[in-house]
């Protein structure tokens, strides 16, 4: 549905929507904390209904895609839905563009199945790699529990609260950065700029907080040192919102032709959602265990993930997704693992030993 050249910005309005989320978040528990009878958290976590009200209402006025009316035999449906998307008449170029698109993925039988063929091998390990990696930034430390981070660190209730706003709102404007620079920067500069930006954060922070409190983690912040922190925090995290935030989504969403496209989302989806868990359920731990040597942990994993795209990502931004194989065929690693018919599109890859 994208067209190519903004993919990158519409696909981050998934991201800003979490971010948003998060925001609101903590925004009510920050309001809801100054309630009387400390009834506050009930509150806090009812008003989570409140969401999930809203998409399932919203749902039931959904309009369905071209795409979806096209895989179920509406296509006069589906053209007009398309004139309609685009507000003009003459959509017959992309319109015919979907129904080739449609008849190819019909003949796709087995997308999980396809996904393990060595031509897709680089498709494969970039969609468990991205998801993995973007969680071992650590970022969820900070979204889940910046509240507990900064009162261990000395900040009252209220101001370990009122920090969560104010990462929060960091992440939302960080993200809104990444809407508007990732179709012109491209999608390995931020990756990279944001992966450096991250790690000089939380050596940083690990070095300030291990000056202080050691290796017995007995020790208190001054006022000064509790704004530094914060400072490096919110750089952290505006470092990850316009880079491995929205990228983790929108990278592994334009490299699936369509024939693994569900097997790879999924893939991505699931992998992501799997890590966030991991980390939400071990970071107390790793916290005791590690003290401030937890952020030269996840550094650890960011200086890796930055390496990682520096040597086996190539750029995505404004590559077709029919045409993607294109890009990993001209690519010094993958290059080997793309037959010469997969290659398609308008620029001509001269062969390996030309
Ligand atoms: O903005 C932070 C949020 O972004 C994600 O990494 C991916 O959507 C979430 O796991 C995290 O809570």
């Known amino acids: 549905m994208a067209p190519a050249k903004i993919r990158g910005a519409l696909n981050i309005g998934f991201q800003m929507a979490i971010c948003i989320g998060i925001l609101a978040a903590n925004m009510v528990n920050y309001g809801t904390a100054q309630m009387k009878g400390g009834d506050g958290w009930r509150v806090s976590l009812a008003l989570a209904a409140v969401p999930a009200v809203i998409m399932t209402v919203g749902a039931i006025f959904l309009p369905d895609t071209?795409?979806?009316?096209?895989?179920?035999?509406?296509?006069?449906?589906?053209?007009?839905?398309?004139?309609?998307?685009?507000?003009v008449d003459d959509v017959s170029a992309e319109f015919q563009d979907l129904i080739e698109a449609s008849e190819t993925s019909k003949q796709v039988e087995h997308p999980w199945r396809n996904i393990l063929q060595r031509r897709y091998r680089p498709q494969l390990v970039i969609v468990v790699l991205i998801p993995f990696f973007q969680q071992l930034t650590g970022i969820n430390v900070i979204m889940f529990y910046a509240p507990v981070?900064?009162?261990?660190?000395?900040?009252?209730?209220n101001a370990a609260l009122m920090s969560a706003v104010i990462s929060g709102f960091v992440n939302v404007a960080a993200t809104l950065v990444s809407v508007f620079t990732?179709?012109?920067?491209?999608?390995?500069?931020?990756?990279?700029?944001?992966?450096i930006q991250m790690l000089v954060c939380q050596i940083a922070v690990g070095a300030l907080i291990g000056s202080v409190f050691g290796v017995s983690g007995e020790g208190s912040f001054s006022k000064g040192m509790g704004n530094a922190a914060l400072i490096l925090i919110c750089l952290y995290v505006a470092a990850f919102a316009?880079?491995?935030?929205?990228?983790?989504?929108?990278?592994?969403?334009?490299?699936?032709?369509?024939?693994?496209?569900s097997a790879g989302q999924s893939i991505n989806v699931s992998v992501n959602m799997l890590f966030t868990f991991f980390i939400g359920q071990l970071f107390l731990t790793l916290l005791c265990h590690l003290k401030f040597g937890l952020f030269f942990f996840f550094g650890g994993f960011v200086l890796i993930m930055t390496l990682f795209i520096f040597f086996f990502l190539p750029e995505t931004k404004n590559v077709p997704i029919e045409e993607i194989?294109?890009?990993?065929?001209?690519?010094?690693?993958?290059?080997?693992?793309?037959p010469d018919d997969a290659v398609i599109g308008n620029h001509h890859v001269p062969p390996k030993d030309a």
């Not at 981070?149 to 209730?157: E, P």
């Not at 010094?332 to 693992?337: I, L, M, R």
């Open 325 to 338: 194989n294109r890009v990993f065929k001209a690519h010094w690693f993958w290059g080997k693992y793309i």
């Open 66 to 87: 071209p795409n979806s009316l096209i895989e179920r035999g509406q296509s006069e449906k589906a053209k007009e839905m398309l004139q309609k998307i685009r507000g």
């Open 182 to 195: 990732v179709d012109k920067f491209g999608r390995r500069k931020l990756f990279l700029q944001g992966g």
């Open 242 to 261: 316009w880079s491995w935030g929205p990228l983790g989504w929108l990278v592994p969403s334009e490299i699936f032709p369509l024939e693994i496209r």
């Open 149 to 157: 981070l900064f009162k261990t660190l000395g900040f009252g209730d």
